[in-house]
């Protein structure tokens, strides 16, 4: 009995430091959660998703000084099973960023682009007042000056464009921002100057009808 | 945010620390205590192998939890997202290198055998980090605000420049090459504002730059017109002319008319005294002093009042005809067409008049007034009438105001 329970023991030592003595780094897993962090920040994460994209470079680091943990002790107790469910992890939510990141990327396109296209409008609108605008004595500088700012408006039109090609949608939309309120705000001019220019001709045509009837 | 995770972080103090070490020791190693009470029962043992298996034991006692990095690393992550690479790159640089040497002997502790390690030299060094880096975000806080307080500074004084050009690009009629320069500047002020409100403070310096730039064409194209309303000697000539008109009219004792074109404003004087002063137009390039035909500047100089056209007469309402060009105006077209200023097929103008339609009209280098002002002028005034017009007789005129404001604007910078 007693033999049989002493090579019950020393089996079990021979095993179990066998076992542990096989504990080898989590290559592939540190590999592959590397390569989807890094996956998710090429497509932006660390521009459009900030903080997730530090959470999950956090995570990784995390899990990689527990692989330097594991690799620091003597062969014998070397564990990486933790260290593989941190990788694991770190792959899951890197995967999760890449995918949210290419969402909300879109998202960001979007309003840059229908900023764009609200711009072109504005302008648009503005340069079919103008071309409305009484011309004449009294409104020929005004009208040469508002020329003047919508051809600039129009010039800016295409660094618009460039920007979301370039996919700096926040350039795009801030372009477009401006370009819209200056837009707007000729619109507004020019229908200040057609206003003041129908209540001179009303008035001047009052006067007439006066000066007709004495 | 910080504060609330620093909780977290001073939660692993050396005592808690301690206090692990003791009570969570023994717990959950029930297996390895019967494994040994089993060998100790049935195989007495020697010595190597009870320190062997007290060795064991300790070793896998529970381990007291690593010092907490988390503080020191959003620290870090404020510190990456205020731009610390910027402001303080040497200083940032140490303190990254200082938390990953804390990273690094974490580690290394939690290599160690339990009963070997110790963390408490690490906690302290955590601590004087968390300090730094601390001290580190208020540095870049106040960098940051300091940056953010220039940009608006030179935001403010942009938008003034931008207000300054537009109101003389209008009132000279600039035309629209500056027009469309200055609203290109505008918007890229507009963009900045953008940029400085979501903190881009990087892009908003570039947007600055390129509407800086901007401005600065449309300046170039203001610029020129308003130094002759801001230059001495052409202002004390042309007050020479004024006075001496006047005082050719009170000996002769006929009417005078002085149109100053920077005031807007045209005078009758008689016996030296002024009798009427009414508001004109003046020609679209008006501030100009004519040059050619079709240049739409309004003339500078000494004329005469050569033939007046009564109602009917004239397509706007009355007219006095001016005897532009006189000798002067003819000898500096030939000077322009030599000099190559202008065209060599360009010819010299003429047909000057003072008429009705309106002072708010943009002629074509005419004089204007409202009809009923005509009429008193017209009234007064005689074939022969001294007609002298100037750009302005004191540096006190609003282009010249102009040319000061922008000049005050530039040094501002």
């Known amino acids: 009995m007693n033999k049989t329970i002493k090579i019950f023991a020393g089996s079990f030592l021979v095993v179990f430091f066998f076992i542990a003595g096989c504990a080898k780094p989590p290559t592939e897993d540190i590999d592959a959660a590397k390569s989807s962090v890094e996956a998710a920040k090429l497509a932006g994460a660390e521009k459009y998703l900030m903080d997730n994209a530090k959470k999950v470079n956090g995570e990784l680091s995390a899990a990689m000084d527990e692989v330097k943990v594991q690799?620091?002790?003597?062969?014998?107790?070397?564990?990486?099973?933790?260290?593989?469910?941190?990788?694991?992890?770190?792959?899951?939510?890197?995967?999760?960023?890449?995918?949210?990141?290419?969402?909300?990327?879109?998202?960001?396109?979007?309003?840059?682009?229908?900023?764009?296209?609200?711009?072109?409008?504005?302008?648009?609108?503005?340069?079919a007042m103008l071309e409305k605008a009484p011309q004449g004595k009294e409104t020929k500088a005004d009208i040469e000056a508002m020329t003047g700012?919508?051809?600039?408006?129009?010039?800016?039109?295409?660094?618009?464009?460039?920007?979301?090609?370039?996919?700096?949608?926040?350039?795009?939309?801030?372009?477009?921002?401006?370009i819209k309120e200056k837009a707007d705000a000729v619109s507004s001019q020019v229908?200040?100057?057609?206003?003041?220019?129908?209540?001179?001709?009303?008035?001047k045509a009052e006067k007439g009808k006066k000066k007709g009837k004495k | 945010m910080i504060k609330e995770k620093g909780r977290a972080g001073r939660n692993d103090s050396p005592q808690r620390h301690k206090e692990h070490k003791v009570f969570n020791c023994f717990k959950g190693k029930g297996f390895f205590v019967t494994f040994v009470s089993l060998w100790l029962k049935y195989s007495p043992p020697s010595c190597f192998s009870l320190i062997f298996f007290c060795f064991i034991f300790f070793s896998a006692c529970s381990q007291p939890p690593p010092p907490a990095t988390k503080l020191i690393e959003n620290i870090d992550f404020e510190l990456h997202k205020g731009d610390a690479e910027k402001y303080i790159p040497i200083?940032?640089?140490?303190?990254?290198?200082?938390?990953?040497?804390?990273?690094?002997?974490?580690?290394?502790?939690?290599s160690k055998f339990s009963p070997f390690r110790d963390y408490e030299p690490i906690l302290k060094n955590i601590g004087d980090i968390e300090k730094e880096g601390m001290g580190l975000i208020k540095i870049i806080q106040k960098k940051s605000a300091e940056k953010k307080e220039k940009i608006a500074e030179n935001l403010k004084n942009l938008e003034d420049k931008a207000r300054i050009i537009d109101e003389l690009t209008l009132k000279i009629h600039a035309g629209s090459y500056a027009r469309k320069k200055l609203t290109l500047g505008s918007l890229a002020i507009k963009e900045a504002k953008i940029s400085l409100e979501n903190n881009r403070y990087d892009s908003a310096g570039e947007k600055i730059e390129t509407a800086s730039a901007y401005l600065s064409d449309a300046e170039k194209s203001v610029i020129p017109l308003l130094k002759r309303y801001s230059h001495n000697d052409l202002i004390e000539r042309w007050k020479k002319s004024v006075r001496d008109t006047i005082e050719e009219a009170k000996k002769r004792k006929t009417a005078a008319i002085i149109v100053n074109k920077a005031e807007r404003i045209l005078k009758l004087y008689k016996d030296g005294k002024s009798l009427m002063?009414?508001?004109?137009?003046?020609?679209?390039?008006?501030?100009?002093?004519?040059?050619?035909?079709?240049?739409?500047?309004?003339?500078?100089?000494?004329?005469r009042v050569i033939k007046k056209s009564g109602a009917g007469e004239s397509k706007y309402h009355k007219a006095l005809l001016l005897d532009y060009p006189n000798h002067e105006d003819r000898r500096e077209f030939l000077k322009a067409k030599k000099t190559g200023l202008i065209s060599k097929n360009a010819k010299i103008g003429?047909?000057?008049?003072?008429?009705?339609?309106?002072?708010?009209?943009?002629t074509y280098g005419c004089i204007s007034l409202e009809n009923h002002e005509m009429d008193a002028l017209f009234e007064r005034a005689a074939v022969g009438t001294a007609v002298t017009i100037v750009g302005a007789t004191s540096l006190e005129n609003e282009l010249s105001h102009g040319l000061v404001e922008l000049k005050k604007n530039h040094d501002r910078k």
């Open chain 1, 71 to 127: 690799d620091g002790k003597f062969p014998l107790f070397r564990k990486y099973d933790k260290a593989k469910e941190m990788l694991a992890s770190v792959k899951g939510n890197a995967e999760r960023l890449k995918a949210d990141t290419a969402v909300k990327k879109e998202e960001v396109k979007k309003n840059a682009v229908a900023a764009m296209d609200e711009a072109k409008g504005a302008v648009g609108s503005a340069k």
């Open chain 1, 149 to 178: 700012d919508i051809k600039g408006l129009e010039d800016s039109l295409p660094d618009v464009q460039k920007a979301i090609d370039g996919e700096n949608y926040d350039d795009a939309a801030g372009k477009s921002k401006s």
């Open chain 1, 191 to 203: 229908q200040q100057a057609i206003e003041k220019i129908e209540a001179a001709k009303k008035a």
């Open chain 2, 91 to 110: 200083e940032y640089n140490n303190f990254r290198k200082e938390l990953r040497t804390i990273r690094d002997r974490i580690i290394q502790e939690e």
């Open chain 2, 277 to 303: 002063s009414f508001n004109i137009g003046i020609g679209k390039n008006g501030y100009r002093d004519k040059l050619f035909s079709g240049d739409r500047a309004t003339p500078e100089g000494r004329y």
């Open chain 2, 350 to 362: 003429g047909l000057i008049e003072i008429h009705g339609g309106g002072k708010d009209s943009t």
